[in-house]
Nanobody, 122 residues
């Protein structure tokens, strides 16, 4: 079992910055990829950014050039640096991870965090 815990959300004015963190913990696991999703009220949960264990990244178009995803493999932590925030970035942000678990790390699993609220408003 792997747990994902997000932090760093809050209230920010338009144009400001926030950094979200997501720590993965558990016993005997290896991370293949980590992602950030967001869900605004009444909307579906959408992918924001993703990073593989090789460091490849991709972003949804609305956040390109403003958000940066990064990972600290030693700390099993993924970050989302969010700059130039806009009111339309307001949502609950969720961390998601593809991991290998078990003996020999032979089983693939996918986990979600509990989410952290980001509100962009003046």
């Amino acid at each position: 079992q792997v747990q994902l815990v997000e932090s760093g959300g809050g209230l920010m004015q338009p144009g400001g910055s926030l950094r979200l963190s997501c720590v993965a913990s558990g016993s005997r696991f290896s991370i293949n990829a980590m992602r950030w999703y967001r869900q605004a009220p009444g909307n579906q949960r959408d992918l924001v950014a993703a990073i593989t264990n090789g460091g490849s990244t991709n972003y949804t178009d609305p956040v390109k050039g403003r958000f940066t995803i990064s990972v600290d493999n030693a700390k099993n932590t993924v970050y989302l640096q969010m700059n130039s925030l806009r009111p339309e970035d307001t949502a609950v942000y969720y961390c998601n991870a593809d991991v290998r678990v078990g003996v020999g790390l032979s089983r693939k699993r996918n986990y979600w965090g509990q989410g952290t609220q980001v509100t962009v408003s003046s």
